[in-house]
């Protein structure tokens, strides 16, 4: 039985991916999306951060981030219209509250891109919805590698996330499962795996009483 079965009412799953900049999240992420996108068309979304940091020039706002001014950003967290916010690299990221509780109370589940202590704010708020996943990169050189590769950042903000890198890496003992990312193809499968089981929970399938109540019934009809 699986979640295809209309009767069946779910609450969203929160996936959560973190890892320091580099070892492979954002790109784990894409193809989450776009595969599931093929798949089950509108069952998965990203939840698009708002952030003060500058936009890189492959970002489009209001797709990858909400670009906002520090006031904005500011003004916005006052009202409480953020889920969960936090200073990273010395910038403010935080979660839009309003899109993601619609789409777990419409049954979608919405993956993030948020760091540590992000994740420690919504697993205190919403431990039964909240999924979380750790990417580690195979080795420090490859970490770097990857970040000089990318040469979207300069090689000052490249040398602050390797800085950072180090305070990420403490956290990896906080998050449900790890992926250590050696091969991308491989990464993804196991990502793949993690969301279609954490689907197929009891508990994220509250009518399930009743459809295995008329399962009974219907059994009861067709037994001679
Ligand atoms: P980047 O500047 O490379 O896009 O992201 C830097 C870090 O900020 C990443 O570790 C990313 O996961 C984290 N981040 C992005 N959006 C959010 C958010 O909404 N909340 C929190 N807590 N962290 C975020």
Redesign the pocket.
Known sequence: MNNDEPDIKRRGIMLV?????GAG??TLSRNLLEQENIDDPGKLEL?V???T?ARRPSEIDGV??HFLSKRQFESMRDRGDLL???E??G?Y???PREPVEKALGEGRDVL????W???R?LLEKMRDDVVTIFVLPPSAQELKARLVRRAEDSDSVIAE?LKNAAE?FLHWNEYDYILVNRDLDKSFARLRAILIAERLKRVKMPNLESFVGKLLADLKKITP
Do not use: C
Request: net charge negative.
């Open positions: 991916l973190s890892s320091p900049s999240k954002t939840s951060s708002a952030t940091r990858h981030y969960e916010w936090a990273v690299h910038n990221y935080g979660t993030f891109d948020i760091d202590q992000g994740t704010q996330r990420e």
